[in-house]
């Protein structure tokens, strides 16, 4: 039997992310496991977001009450903010709370996406990686690598590959309805 407790879906924010937060969704919903979304930034533009994120949440308060305290926020509810903001509106309030979803932001650090998704694989414990992949020519590939074949390769779980664009195998549920009668 397949137990599925977490999920993880790596998102670049792009169609073929989005595709695979749709597959992620649904997956999550049918073996009621909680879904989390991580967006991963280069270095520069991580430690960036997470700054003016810190301004803005101790500035804030100052603003519309000048006798607030500065807001004390830690690095991690920080991050989460961030993560939250960018990620808004890939799933709706339905679809948040069903799949008990978590945002998250990591940075690339120096070894790149590929090993930053893994790390965050382990951390979380996931039983399941969902990732969005645009289909490369030979060429392409050799110049690009790829972010997928990174997490395939050093995952600690196995790695569902939805290629972009795809065939639709997730249908909402009045599509299914209409389609058994």
Known sequence: ????KRILVPTNLGEPSRAAV????????QFRARLYLVHVLPEREYEAAIEAERVVETLLPQVMDENAPPAETTPEQVARNVAVRDMKGLLDAGEE???????????????GPGEAI???????????VVMGKHRMRFVEHLLAGSVTETVVRDSPC???IV???E???????VEKA???V
């Not at 039997?1 to 599925?4: E, F, G, K, N, Y």
């Not at 709370?97 to 070894?111: I, M, P, W």
């Open 163 to 165: 290629h972009f664009p």
């Open 1 to 4: 039997m397949i137990a599925l």
């Open 22 to 29: 749709r597959y992620g969704v649904a997956l999550a919903a």
């Open 167 to 173: 065939r639709e195998f997730v249908v909402d549920e």
């Open 118 to 128: 893994v790390a965050c694989a382990n951390e979380l414990k996931v039983e399941l």
């Open 158 to 160: 196995p790695v569902l």
């Open 97 to 111: 709370q069903d799949t008990r979803a978590e945002y998250l932001v990591r940075s690339a650090g120096t070894h």
């Open 178 to 180: 209409s389609s058994t």
